[in-house]
């Protein structure tokens, strides 16, 4: 399984390959420090697509917390902490445009990374550790 992953605002034209944990992980951890050098927090976007179909994985790192979207076919989820903070809006920035996600977006950074490990190992399939609302 390939992924591609695209996070670089000073080069937006070439993916940056993701074949395993590892390259993921190496990946997190980049935006962890870009994250702490930032304002907004950074957002990437990883992606499947082939014959058998598509699906994309959004994770944003806001210090020891983050934020995942995933979109396919049957439709587009954010991930929830299971709070009310609906009517609030936590800004992030994906190579350089703002993207906005529920106040109860957020969940602990672990949850992410072990999220987003799930995605990679299952070829893009919504992760089942956390919990999803859809996007409105």
Do not use: C, K
Not at 79 to 94: Q, V
């Amino acid at each position: 399984m390939v992924l591609r992953a695209w996070y670089d605002p000073d080069d937006d034209n070439e993916p940056i390959i993701v074949g395993s944990a590892q390259d993921l992980d190496a990946l997190l951890d980049r935006l962890a420090v870009d994250g702490a050098l930032v304002d907004v927090p950074p957002l990437m976007q990883l992606s499947r697509r082939d014959a058998e179909g598509w699906a994309v994985l959004h994770i944003g790192v806001n210090g020891d917390r983050g934020v995942l979207t995933h979109t396919d076919g049957t439709g587009s989820y954010v991930t929830t902490d299971r709070t009310d903070a609906t009517a609030t809006t936590i800004t992030y920035d994906y190579m350089g445009h703002l993207r906005e996600v529920p106040g109860n977006a957020e969940i602990p950074l672990p949850e992410v990374r072990e999220a987003a490990r799930e995605f990679v190992s299952t070829n893009g399939a919504r992760p089942t550790r956390v919990h999803w609302r859809a996007e409105e």
